[in-house]
């Protein structure tokens, strides 16, 4: 059990998923806070889907306003990148890059790529959690003492 | 053979260090972004600092008791070693926050911390001219905030001996004067 979940960690970061910002989370969990990362990616994901409909109203507008837009968007690569998520954030960079281009066909697009990436990374970090707190608390990477 | 004064024998105060409590740092983590804002909690928790967080530079000001109108403002007895702000908030920012603290009297001592996802060197400049005392690159490091805490120690650290060795000067002075009397 406890093999399995360090293989699922790896392969997120493998694959592209996570960087090391993820890990630097996990350096601060120690017995007394053995759930922070849980409890950041709780957050990172209840906050993110909150972002993702508000730019998901603004885009069905049709009257793209770029700077709300951008916005949005600053506020969501931020919170991606506290986190480590990778492949979000990257999503986040080309959204913004699109929406300073004044270029409302890509932002359509990359939003749609957006919210796979989101979606995916929300499944596997749930079921990455959810192992992790079955296999018990020597599995989740700790600050050296 | 003179003897040694204790500083007890002469009642002086130990409660002479500005820290809010002894070897504790007391933060204001200000930022919008509820993630950023757990992270730098924990981030300061985890360096042994008292962290006290709030989303909004409104509120850091109300927390402060700057928010009133007048300039006189700024609440009593509140030990604040270190502001860590975000420069990117809806609102007021970082920015104007670092602004109106080192325009209150209360408040222009404490060292403030500018945070910023964005490397922008104009920003970096117009910060660290307004008086910020370092500009993170976010996402934060706890070797960043490690460093600072260090850094804050060892000034608390030199403003404590220094007054030490200003009542110890005092307290010899006393001595020798007590001394002559009795001769």
């Known amino acids: 059990m406890q093999r399995q979940v360090a293989l699922i960690k790896q392969s997120l970061f493998d694959q592209g998923y996570l960087d090391e910002q993820f890990m630097e989370l996990e350096e601060l969990q120690d017995d007394a806070n053995p759930n922070f990362v849980e409890e950041v990616a709780t957050l990172y994901f209840k906050d993110s889907a909150r972002l993702i409909n508000n730019i998901e109203q ?70 990455y959690f959810q192992l992790a707190r079955q296999a018990g608390p020597k599995e989740i990477a700790r600050r050296p003492k | 053979m003179a003897e040694v004064m204790r500083s007890e024998t002469l009642n002086i105060s130990n409660n002479t260090s500005s820290l809010a409590s002894p070897e504790l740092l007391h933060v204001l983590a200000v930022d919008d972004s509820i993630v950023d804002r757990k992270f730098i909690e924990r981030l300061l928790r985890v360096s042994s600092c008292k962290v006290t967080v709030v989303d909004s530079a409104t509120r850091a000001l109300q927390y402060l008791g700057l928010d009133g109108d007048n300039n006189s403002g700024g609440v009593e007895d509140l030990k604040i070693n270190l502001i860590m702000t975000d420069y990117s908030m809806p609102g007021m920012t970082g920015y104007e926050l670092l ?17 910023s996802s964005e490397n922008i060197l104009p920003r970096i400049d117009r910060c ?27 000034a608390e650290e030199r403003v404590f001996k220094n007054m030490m060795h200003k009542r110890e000067l005092e307290a010899n002075d006393i001595y020798s004067q007590l001394k002559r009397a009795k001769i």
């Open chain 2, 128 to 154: 660290l001219e307004e008086g910020a005392e370092d500009f993170l690159l976010k996402p934060v490091k706890l070797a960043d905030v490690k460093r600072l805490r260090d850094s804050l120690l060892k």
């Open chain 1, 58 to 127: 603004a885009l069905e507008r049709g009257s793209f306003d770029f700077n709300r837009l951008d916005n949005y968007m600053h506020q969501f690569k931020g919170s991606s990148t506290s986190i480590g998520a990778s492949k979000v954030k990257t999503e986040c960079t080309m959204f913004r890059e699109y929406c300073r281009a004044g270029n409302a066909e890509g932002c359509l697009r990359t939003f749609k790529q957006l919210k796979k990436e989101h979606a995916t990374l929300r499944k596997k970090l749930e079921q």
């Open chain 2, 99 to 115: 602004k109106k603290i080192k325009e209150s009297s209360a408040f222009r001592e404490i060292p403030v911390v500018i945070m």
